[in-house]
């Protein structure tokens, strides 16, 4: 039995690390994506993980690879590809940590997971199955991911989910927003940024959104990342917003995926259903998973930057 088992993307970011003697712009390779960073944090926690996707049997493969199993994440679910490559990602950063992406996919092997690969045994051992859009891109990862999810709906694993809106690796918006909301079919708890709100629904007002995709998509919880601003919740007992933490800003990368790590692991915590957790409780969480990811993004990189259960539960029951 795992905590969490995950499906979906892994790949390599090339991250910002200064300038060489002649001036040139210098890249440090770091382990992620969405899915992977999950777990990451999860593990870091002490929870028991899986993962399940696709890389190169290359250099960035073999270091993804270990680089999961350094983490404490089972890694029998990773397929190594043998003629394609690893996908690469190189990150930009503005000021104030704020990031955007260049990616090398075409194809990359994250997205030619095929569905007879998919370890349906392990998908029904996990407590919750994790899942992002970024498998859904593009064919056969597609199909791979749709048959994870039916396996889980079939022994009732909750469910979640992260859209993680990524446009420049989408054939068009249309494409993305039309596969975007087919993933919210299958999911328990949502999570998605305030632009991803807006981009699904067409509604910039938190309270319309989220009331909007709660309904249509019978979940049990929707959580609105707003940055430095915290977290606006919708869940059947209430609905709210909960403040962030003020940190010195690095590097953002990943902090969505903290955040979410974090809340699934007070979930966990909680080992209990939905209908018993109060809204207070709920709150609670929450704000633990703020802390998490405010200490994330005052280091370079998402894996990398996870901070340990005691520097989290210090930044957090400062507040609380």
């Given at each position: 039995m795992y905590d969490v088992v995950a499906l979906g993307e892994l790949l390599i970011d090339f991250t910002p690390a200064g300038k060489s003697a002649n001036g040139n712009d210098l890249f440090e390779s770091n382990p992620g994506r969405a899915p992977a960073n999950v777990l990451a944090t999860l593990a870091k926690f002490h929870a028991t993980t899986a993962f399940?996707?696709?890389?190169?049997?290359?250099?960035?493969?073999?270091?993804?690879?270990?680089?999961?199993?350094?983490?404490?994440?089972?890694?029998?679910?990773?397929?190594?590809?043998k003629?394609?490559?690893?996908?690469?990602?190189?990150?930009?950063?503005?000021?104030g940590g704020d990031r955007s992406f260049q990616f090398y996919r075409s194809p990359g092997a994250d997205i030619i997971l095929q569905e007879q690969e998919v370890d349906v045994e392990l998908v029904q051992q996990a407590k919750i199955f994790h899942f992002g859009s970024l498998s859904m891109t593009h064919e056969p990862a597609k199909t791979a991911t749709l048959k994870a999810l039916q396996a889980a709906k079939a022994k009732s694993v909750?469910?979640?989910y992260d859209p993680n809106l990524r446009p420049a690796l989408w054939e068009s918006l249309s494409h993305a927003k039309e596969t975007i909301l087919e993933g919210m079919q299958y999911a328990d708890i949502l999570k998605l940024s305030d632009e991803e709100l807006e981009f699904t629904t067409g509604m910039r007002d938190l309270e319309e959104g989220s009331r909007f995709l709660f309904e249509k998509f019978d979940l049990k919880i929707v959580l609105i990342t707003l940055g430095a601003k915290g977290c606006f919740?919708?869940?059947?007992?209430?609905?709210?917003?909960?403040?962030?933490?003020?940190?010195?800003?690095?590097d953002t990368t990943g902090a969505g995926d903290l955040f979410f790590g974090a809340f699934l692991h007070q979930f966990l915590q909680k080992d209990a259903s939905w209908e018993a957790i109060q809204a207070e409780e709920l709150e609670t969480m929450i704000l633990f998973a703020n802390a998490v990811a405010a200490l994330g993004t005052t280091k370079k990189g998402a894996i990398p930057a996870i901070p340990s259960l005691d520097e989290a539960r210090q930044l957090f029951e400062g507040r609380n």
């Open positions: 399940i996707g696709k890389v190169g049997k290359d250099q960035f493969g073999s270091f993804l690879g270990e680089t999961l199993r350094k983490n404490g994440i089972d890694t029998q679910g990773l397929i190594y590809s003629g394609v490559n690893t996908t690469l990602a190189f990150v930009h950063l503005k000021e909750l469910i979640s919740y919708r869940f059947g007992k209430g609905k709210g917003h909960i403040a962030g933490f003020q940190v010195d800003t690095i």
